[in-house]
């Protein structure tokens, strides 16, 4: 268990540097985190975040630039990227390239 919460910190350090308008990835973060199969960990992890106000998981999403899960619905989560200025066109990022954020 303190493994997971270690992972679970690192995952939500590493989102909170997403700036407001930008994007990155589910396989991006887990790259950042050392081993890119860890994906599905750090998707994991993020509809476990209590704190979306400071770990903004909404600017998370797939790699092919497709919307992916929200905790609080995909609709909300569309809204809050529309709201940094993301477009999102048919469920995926409109410009994806030009709003990724790379971590490493």
Known sequence: ???ARNIFTRVYKLVSRIPRGRVTT?????KALGNK???RIVGFALN???????????????SDG??????LGVEKKIALLEQEGVRVVNGKISD????FYKLS
């Open 1 to 3: 268990m303190k493994m």
């Open 26 to 30: 589910y396989g991006e973060i887990a």
């Open 96 to 99: 994806f390239e030009k709003v």
């Open 48 to 62: 476990k975040n209590k704190n979306t106000l400071e770990v903004p998981c909404h600017r998370v999403v797939k």
């Open 37 to 39: 199969k860890l994906a």
């Open 66 to 71: 497709s919307i992916g899960g929200y905790s």
